[in-house]
């Protein structure tokens, strides 16, 4: 079944929609994206991303073309047009297409940016847990992570690392110590401890980080924010990583050496049945 999209305004079949060659997204990866879950055909943390999105393009000094509300109501269109009960909503937002290919940024006022939105369709998105085995790859990706950009080519490649490696997902290693995953936030459980890296420009403010600390915090959990290594990885009692697309996800073994029994563990299974069921409650 062909999907309906979204393109500057317009709601259209996927083979009808259209992007310049020109458009900024395409030639120098200029251009921000937000991922939002669809869970009950309602929409979880939207704020938190509609939040974050405004950031991302003052960061980047792109002019924001749409207003929360607007947004929110786009998503909801989509949603509603595409039948999605459970899935995900993509949102991109570029510098636009100026005439002709050019370093130096366009005119605001003459080149209006990009907004595109389109639906995933994930039946069976909030029972499905699939144990994930990590990799340890070099995070050699730009300085400014806390930006949630189109430059995907490297977290890309440490996925095929992976895979290569009979791995299912990478998690990226600088000076010796766990960023972050390839498209998620990581996470060990020591003793009790729930830790995962501090937020700095290192790494993107997973808007279901934000949550799951907030949640595990109500529930008198433990939550040390501080950097990690592979080696306190592989000897946890537990890891775990989060995102919009997989919530909170048990990783089972890291560079080889498994955790536990290799099972997911009690506290990361408790942390999703909480995220669910609170993000579900203030779903819109
Ligand atoms: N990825 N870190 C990185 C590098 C990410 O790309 C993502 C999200 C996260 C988690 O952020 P959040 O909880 O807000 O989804 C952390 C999205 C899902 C993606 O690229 O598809």
Redesign the pocket.
Known sequence: MSRIVYVNGEYLPEADAKISIFDRGFLFADGV???T?VLDGKLI?FD??AV?LERSLNELDMPNPISKDDLLEVHRKLVADNGIVEG?V?LQITRGAPADRDFVFPNPDETRPTVVLFTQNKPGLAETVNPVKVISVEDIRWGR?DI?TVQ?LY?SMGKMMAKAAGADDAW?VEDGYVT??????AYIVKDGKIITRALSTD?????????VLRFAREAQMEVVERSFTIAEAQAADEAF??????FVMPVVEVDGAQLGDGNPGPVMTRLREIYLEESLKKAV
């Open positions: 994206y937000e991922v879950s943390d938190g991303h974050r995900l993509y992570r949630k995907l977290p990226l972050e995953g390839t498209s998620n936030n790494i993107l403010h997973g808007i279901t980080r934000a949550a990583f989060t995102s919009a697309s997989a």
